[in-house]
């Protein structure tokens, strides 16, 4: 059988922190050059805005404003671990009730959480399937710390129960408050980081009833050498992500070897692709993907909408790539696929129902 995605919620904070990180950055960086070339990339990252859970401060200011939460001081891990059990199952929930207003997500029989920005037991996935009053005979899957291609991962998940029983309506969710990981950073590398992240949550349906997206084949290939460029250190002030410039450069030569490709697009040449959904990491990355792959310009239009409106919220980005794919009438088939530690590359092909 068959796993489909029938529909995708998605849901972000309402606090806009872009802007005011880089104010906070920018005179954070001691050399002159450094500083204006900060500044330059920052506005060529194609991303305007940047969503948080932290609440303004008394004043309306940022978390790092007087009263906000990053203010004159970097809270520990258990205070920002504290906020996360609270703001990842309300906003994981906010992108169900999205959810819930296409499709009904009554009979749920399984439920399938990604997150990799934050800890807490009993698990987030407890806390919202007790929010939502599903049973406790609800099986429940918790993928954690895979980064960004972690909403493959929980899709891969569902598209294995939903496959193996008939009956199955599996509900996926990815979370992420990555603006609870601020980290007292001078570094032009580690700001040019922080600056790609932000908070968002996705859901969706997955089952073997024939209805929207068709998931047909998943695909994973790490890159060799390449483990150190991307990484999640658990610090005792958070999590502090390394996300190496060479990144971008890396993945593009990947996927020029015609041997990388025939693994991941089986055999398909990119040019008889009609859809893609690429995880919006930032903009180089797309910028490498697009010349790799020599896709048009109009081929990555949902990622960088995606990018520019929100930034990158992990687990949760490839989730509105996807959502936004679903949206255009003339997408019949194509290509899912993230990127993230390892360096790895994982995805599914997908068809329209």
Same mark, same amino acid.
Request: net charge negative; aromatic share 6%.
């Given at each position: 059988?068959?796993?489909?995605?029938?529909?995708?919620?998605?849901?972000?904070?309402?606090?806009?922190?872009?802007?005011?990180?880089?104010? $906070?950055?920018?005179?954070? !960086?001691?050399?002159?050059?450094?500083?204006?070339?900060?500044? =330059?990339?920052?506005? =060529?990252?194609?991303?305007?805005? =940047? $969503?948080?859970?932290?609440?303004?401060?008394?004043?309306?200011?940022?978390?790092?404003?007087?009263? /906000? @939460?990053?203010?004159?001081?970097?809270?520990?891990?258990? #205070?920002?671990?504290?906020?996360?059990?609270?703001?990842?199952? %309300?906003?994981?929930?906010?992108?169900?009730?999205?959810?819930?207003? &296409?499709?009904?997500?009554?009979?749920?029989?399984?439920?399938?959480?990604?997150?990799?920005?934050? @800890?807490?037991?009993?698990?987030?996935?407890?806390?919202?399937?007790?929010?939502?009053?599903? /049973?406790?005979?609800? #099986?429940?899957?918790? +993928?954690?710390?895979?980064?960004?291609?972690?909403?493959?991962?929980?899709?891969?998940?569902?598209?294995?129960?939903?496959?193996?029983?008939?009956?199955?309506?599996?509900? +996926? +969710?990815?979370?992420?408050?990555?603006?609870?990981?601020? &980290?007292?950073?001078?570094?032009? #590398?580690?700001?040019?980081?922080?600056?790609?992240?932000?908070?968002?949550?996705?859901?969706?349906?997955?089952?073997?009833?024939?209805?929207?997206?068709? !998931?047909?084949? @998943?695909?994973?290939?790490?890159?060799?050498?390449? %483990?150190?460029?991307?990484? $999640?250190?658990? /610090?005792? &002030?958070?999590?502090?992500?390394?996300?190496?410039?060479?990144?971008?450069?890396?993945?593009?030569?990947?996927?020029?070897?015609?041997?990388?490709?025939?693994?991941?697009?089986?055999?398909?040449?990119?040019?008889?692709?009609? /859809? $893609?959904?690429?995880?919006?990491?930032?903009?180089?990355?797309?910028?490498?993907?697009?010349?790799?792959?020599?896709?048009?310009?109009?081929?990555?239009?949902?990622?960088?909408?995606?990018?520019?409106?929100?930034?990158?919220?992990?687990?949760?980005?490839?989730?509105?790539?996807?959502?936004?794919?679903?949206?255009?009438?003339?997408?019949?088939?194509?290509?899912? !696929?993230?990127?993230?530690?390892?360096?790895?590359?994982?995805?599914?092909?997908?068809?329209?129902?």
């Amino acid at each position: 059988m068959t796993a489909h995605i029938h529909a995708i919620g998605t849901a972000v904070p309402t606090h806009d922190i872009h802007a005011a990180f880089i104010a $906070w950055a920018t005179p954070r !960086i001691a050399d002159d050059r450094e500083r204006k070339l900060f500044a =330059r990339m920052a506005g =060529r990252s194609g991303i305007t805005h =940047r $969503w948080s859970v932290l609440p303004k401060s008394a004043g309306g200011g940022s978390p790092v404003d007087a009263g /906000g @939460f990053y203010h004159d001081r970097l809270p520990p891990t258990s #205070e920002r671990m504290a906020a996360y059990a609270v703001d990842a199952p %309300a906003l994981a929930l906010e992108a169900i009730a999205a959810l819930a207003r &296409q499709v009904a997500i009554d009979r749920i029989t399984h439920l399938v959480v990604a997150s990799c920005t934050g @800890f807490v037991a009993p698990g987030i996935d407890q806390i919202i399937a007790a929010e939502l009053g599903l /049973g406790g005979d609800v #099986e429940r899957t918790l +993928v954690g710390f895979m980064g960004c291609y972690a909403a493959v991962a929980a899709l891969r998940v569902a598209h294995y129960i939903a496959g193996s029983d008939p009956a199955a309506r599996v509900l +996926v +969710v990815t979370v992420e408050l990555s603006t609870l990981h601020l &980290q007292d950073a001078r570094e032009i #590398e580690p700001l040019l980081a922080m600056l790609q992240f932000a908070d968002g949550a996705a859901a969706a349906l997955v089952s073997a009833r024939p209805q929207g997206l068709a !998931i047909e084949r @998943f695909f994973a290939a790490t890159l060799p050498d390449s %483990a150190d460029l991307i990484r $999640w250190t658990i /610090g005792d &002030q958070g999590f502090a992500m390394h996300l190496s410039g060479e990144v971008p450069a890396r993945i593009g030569t990947a996927l020029a070897d015609s041997r990388f490709r025939e693994r991941l697009f089986g055999g398909r040449s990119p040019a008889d692709i009609r /859809g $893609w959904a690429v995880h919006a990491g930032g903009r180089s990355i797309l910028d490498a993907v697009e010349h790799a792959l020599a896709l048009p310009d109009p081929a990555l239009a949902a990622s960088r909408d995606v990018l520019e409106r929100f930034g990158n919220m992990s687990s949760s980005t490839l989730m509105f790539v996807l959502d936004a794919l679903m949206a255009q009438p003339d997408m019949e088939d194509g290509i899912a !696929i993230a990127f993230g530690p390892g360096l790895a590359a994982e995805g599914f092909a997908l068809r329209r129902i």
